[in-house]
């Protein structure tokens, strides 16, 4: 059954999508507190969001912009903006659609089905989901997840990428120029401490699946992965 998550502050209006969400047989859960939108998400990891643009504290475009980070559901954006602007923002932002409120629930049921089918159905790309693994550690780059036995951690895009690549290079060192060339786009401009800060949170991630010392530092040159995790399940 798909999960179907609804950010719309006017009650009404999110009555309206969850009663007729749940009679098309979904599973549906509705947020209630418009500060902890993102938090919501991971706990719930819902297929499909149906988020409003004008929500309290920050819009819609900024909490896509959050699931963006860490997953590719299909985001549907609902609001009373019929702007082209609006429009345009909602798809630059990670959106897939954008309804415009007054709407047909029939409308909205059928445009759910639709991106539904396209992204986990008959028309969903055929093609084996990559997995890197490395003595028993294993990293899902397109759902953003590190794996060690019974454990898991979601991770932010950048963080999968520094992982990947350290795995990749492993036992090799991962220079810092390959680090950020692979992170950051070369012509921006990268501050030397910005690397620093993601290795850290790499660590603090390695650390949550109960791995320490994952992630050395090789002097005047990059970061090598220290593969503790087998001496400590021994």
Same mark, same amino acid.
């Given at each position: 059954m798909f999960k179907i998550m609804i950010v719309e502050d006017d009650p009404k209006i999110a009555d309206l999508l969850l009663s007729a969400i749940l009679k098309y047989g979904y599973d549906v859960v509705r947020v209630k507190d418009f500060q902890q939108v993102f938090e919501e998400f991971q706990q719930v990891k819902p297929e499909l969001v149906l988020l409003d643009v004008n929500l309290p504290s920050y819009d819609g475009y900024y909490w896509c912009r959050q699931i963006r980070r860490i997953s590719t559901c299909p985001v549907l954006f609902i609001s009373a903006r019929e702007g082209e602007m609006d429009q345009i923002m909602a798809l630059e932002n990670g959106g897939d659609d954008y309804i415009t409120k007054p709407f047909h629930s029939g409308v909205v049921l059928a445009k759910i089905h639709s991106h539904l089918r396209r992204a986990y159905g008959e028309? @969903? @790309?055929? &093609?084996?989901?990559?997995?890197?693994?490395?003595? #028993? $550690?294993?990293?899902?780059? %397109?759902?953003?997840?590190?794996? *060690? #036995?019974?454990? !898991?951690?979601? $991770?932010? =895009?950048?963080?999968?990428?520094?992982?990947?690549?350290? !795995? %990749? &290079?492993?036992?090799? +060192?991962?220079? &810092?120029?390959?680090? *950020? %060339? =692979? *992170?950051?786009d070369p012509q921006a401009f990268v501050d030397e401490n910005t690397l620093n800060v993601n290795i850290t949170r790499v660590? =603090?991630?390695?650390?949550?699946? #109960?791995?320490?010392? @994952?992630?050395?530092? +090789? &002097?005047g040159s990059g970061y090598r992965l220290n593969v503790t995790w087998i001496e400590d399940s021994q």
């Open positions: 028309y @969903a @790309a055929r &093609r084996e989901e990559p997995v890197i693994e490395l003595e #028993g $550690l294993i990293l899902y780059p %397109e759902r953003l997840e590190l794996q *060690l #036995g019974q454990s !898991m951690v979601t $991770l932010t =895009k950048k963080e999968s990428d520094i992982i990947e690549s350290l !795995m %990749e &290079r492993y036992p090799r +060192v991962a220079s &810092r120029e390959a680090l *950020l %060339e =692979k *992170l950051w660590r =603090k991630k390695f650390q949550e699946l #109960g791995i320490e010392e @994952a992630v050395l530092t +090789v &002097r």
